[in-house]
Structure formats: structure tokens, C-alpha cells
């Protein structure tokens, strides 16, 4: 069974001091994606995650969790929302705690996390998030931990409502005062925690990076007119979804003499219900609509998109960096994506994949043209899509600048 601490406690507030930190080197090795044994590692760091879903985010905590025991380190999770993670993380019960936060402002979830601590022999925290931010601040402060906060996306742009932006970016503000060392996954986040006034030395650069796949084989589709788009994601607002299918039936109805045909398959659960049945009955009105299925939530993203000749991702906003771009990378499936902050940090256009403009359905569906127009051409992206994952983007290169910021914390 999962862990589950509930002593009662309060917040306390503090400041802290933050070592220099440098910028990691990349390495272009890989890992097992089997979860590896902890029991024998004498540095474990606690990570404090929200837990409900299993996407983008969580799937770099999965990932570390697998490789940071190369490097000394062990990761346990802490989860304030349980949910898929527990369940879908394929991580041993052992190293799994619930510690349920009835909202962001239950105040008995810190001194159940200082307890967690106190038991488990932890040296340093780790957050993903406003809400887990706010809370390992107060941890840190009861149990003199260092802990790390972690950006995967801008805060203050990671969805369509200002309300909840706002309060997430004062929440997210505060706790950054007393954080060691922030941790962002694209040189665009580095860029946007300057601006609000983190320092320079407090930043660590560490890109995402997903293990090394077996890419398919190119070739075998050269004289293929049949081309299989596809979008991945935990489908919410800022995905675009919107603007890809307004694309695609316009891509549909300007390919009727050309001889080219498409299918696009909808990967991923919705957010909410109400989301879903308004992508569905957008659907119906499409004159496209029976090249376009919906698949639902998957636990094998490789195998899917080996399925797929391009993967699609129309998002409206600032991404950190995409781990769904960086999975395609891995098995050779070129991308088209829009220009959004992160994104074009992975993807060059022309190269590993094509850039169209955010919130543009004919300019993104201008692109899917120019992408689908040649299989020579396609064949070339797959290839450089594949030989940069593997050269900039791997889970170990990961790892390790993030074992590399816990020996400086703690050295």
C-alpha cells in the first residue's frame, strides 16, 4: 500500500541562502526504462509532486526516478493530489507516499511532509509546482533541508484563465524566494524567471530528455500517399485542439485532386468532461470527420507514435519544453508544431520538423502541406528528428544535471 502520513501542523515562513550553481554538460547515453531498486542508496531526495495526472510533467519525475539511481540518488514522491501517478508511474509502492492536501491552503499537509521526512531519512526536496512549492517551503523551513523547485511550463501563462494564472504566479513568487536552486527546462524559462527576479545564480538549466528509441524505418513508407498525423496530450484549452482541427478539414478539402489522403488520431484523455463534448460535437460538424478518431489515454506513447508519420502540437502558448515533441524525436516521427516559447529550442524548422504560427489554422494547416508534400524530404526529418534526441535530449543527460544540482546542495 501507498504511505499515508496525518499529524496536524501549521505554516511558518523563512529565507534562504543559495549556493552557485553551474550549467550541465549533455550526454547522449540512455536507461532502462525499468524502475531500479533504491534500497541500497544512501541519498534519497524527496519529490513533492501534485499526482492527479500523468502527463508531460510526470513523466520527467518517472524518468528520474529510473535514472537518478546511476548517480547516487534515490527519488521518492511525495503526492498532495493522488491520482494516476501512483498508478501509472510503474515506480515500486515503496517509494510512493500519499499525503492528501484538501486545497492549497490545508495546513495540516506540512507538518505531514515534515513527518514523511523525519522517517524517511531524506536530504533535500524537490518541487514540481506552485502548490508543491508553497508547501516544501514550509518543510524546508521545519526540517533545515535545501529543496529545488522545478519549472516545467510558465507559470503565469500555463492556462486560458487569468484568475487562476495570477494566483498560481504570486504563489509561485513567493515560494521562489526561499527555494536553493530553480531548476528550468528550457533557456525561454531561464529567460522568464529572470525577468521576475530570480537570480542568475539560482538557476539551472536542465533540458528534459526521454530515453533512446528504436526509430522506424523511413524508407518503408517512401512511396506511401497515405499520411497519419496525430496529436498527444492530456487535452485542455491551450492545446490548440480548436485550431488543429479547423487545419486539418482544411487540409482535407484542399488534397481532394492531389491524391494525397489523411487520418488524424486525437491521443490523450481530456481535462474535464464539458472539454471533451465540445471537441466531439466539433467534430461532427467537420466535413473531415471521419478522418479523425479519438483514442483516449495510452500508457505505450512510443509504440503509438511509431504509428504516426507526424506529430502534431498546436499549442496556443508557452510550453517549457514538450516531453510528447521529444518522444517523436526519439522514434523518428518529424513534428509540426507552432512557434510558442520552448518548442523551437527542440524543434528547427525544416529540420527535425515544421514551425507554423499559434492560433493560425490556415498557416498551420499551410504547413502540414509543405510537411506532407514530399516523402524524400519527410524521410530526411525522421532521420535528424532521431539523431538530435539522442545527441541533446536524453533521460540520462537529464539525470545527471539533476544529481549534479542535489551534490552541489549538499557538498
Not at 501542523?9 to 529565507?15: A, E, K, M, T, W
Not at 504509428?307 to 502540437?313: R, W
Amino acid at each position: 500500500m501507498l504511505h499515508t502520513f496525518d499529524p496536524s501542523g501549521i505554516f511558518v515562513s523563512s529565507d534562504a541562502t543559495a549556493p552557485i550553481l553551474s550549467f550541465p554538460v549533455s550526454s547522449n547515453l540512455s536507461a532502462t526504462e525499468q524502475p531500479k531498486q533504491t534500497a541500497n542508496q544512501t541519498t534519497k531526495i524527496l519529490h513533492l509532486i501534485n499526482g492527479e495526472f500523468f502527463s508531460g510533467a510526470e513523466r520527467v519525475q518517472q524518468l528520474l526516478a529510473n535514472c537518478l539511481p546511476d548517480h547516487g540518488y534515490a527519488a521518492h514522491f511525495a503526492m498532495l493530489k493522488p491520482g494516476k501517478f501512483g498508478k501509472l508511474s510503474g515506480l515500486a509502492e515503496d517509494c510512493l507516499h500519499e499525503v492528501p492536501m484538501q486545497s492549497r491552503w490545508d495546513r495540516t499537509v506540512v507538518e505531514r511532509c515534515v513527518e514523511l521526512v523525519r522517517l524517511g531519512g531524506f536530504a533535500a526536496l524537490h518541487a514540481h509546482t506552485p502548490r508543491t512549492a508553497l508547501v516544501a517551503a514550509q518543510v524546508a523551513r521545519r526540517t533545515d533541508l535545501p529543496w529545488v523547485y522545478h519549472v516545467h511550463s510558465p507559470t503565469v501563462r500555463d492556462s486560458d484563465r487569468w484568475l487562476l494564472n495570477w494566483i498560481n504566479g504570486q504563489v509561485e513568487r513567493y515560494s521562489l524566494r526561499h527555494c536553493n536552486a530553480l531548476v528550468t527546462v528550457s533557456q525561454s524559462l531561464r529567460d522568464e524567471m529572470l525577468r521576475r527576479g530570480v537570480t542568475a545564480q539560482k538557476i539551472f538549466v536542465v533540458p528534459n530528455g526521454v530515453s533512446i528509441q528504436t526509430p522506424i524505418v523511413a524508407s518503408e513508407r517512401i512511396g506511401q500517399r497515405h499520411w497519419r498525423l496525430g496529436v498527444v496530450a492530456l487535452f485542455r484549452a491551450r492545446k490548440g485542439l480548436e485550431v488543429l482541427l479547423e487545419a486539418f478539414d482544411e487540409l482535407c478539402n484542399n488534397s481532394k485532386n492531389n491524391g494525397e489522403t489523411y487520418q488524424l488520431d486525437i491521443i490523450g484523455s481530456f481535462e474535464t468532461e464539458v472539454y471533451e463534448a465540445s471537441i466531439r460535437k466539433r467534430i461532427s460538424s467537420l466535413s473531415s470527420r471521419q478522418f479523425i478518431r479519438t483514442s483516449g489515454f495510452v500508457t505505450d506513447v512510443p509504440q503509438r507514435m511509431r504509428e504516426l508519420d507526424l506529430l502534431v502540437l498546436p499549442s496556443l502558448f508557452g510550453e517549457g519544453m514538450p516531453m510528447v515533441v521529444l518522444e517523436a524525436l526519439a522514434c523518428g516521427v518529424p513534428i509540426v508544431a507552432t512557434r510558442v516559447e520552448g518548442t523551437p529550442e527542440v524543434i528547427r524548422h525544416r529540420s527535425e520538423g515544421w514551425l507554423a504560427q499559434p492560433r493560425d489554422p490556415s498557416d498551420l494547416a499551410d504547413v502540414l502541406s509543405l510537411a506532407t508534400a514530399s516523402r524524400v524530404k519527410w524521410a530526411e526529418a525522421s532521420a535528424a528528428a532521431s539523431r538530435r534526441q539522442r545527441e541533446r535530449f536524453s533521460d540520462v543527460a537529464m539525470s545527471a544535471a539533476v544529481a549534479d544540482v542535489y551534490s552541489q546542495l549538499l557538498g
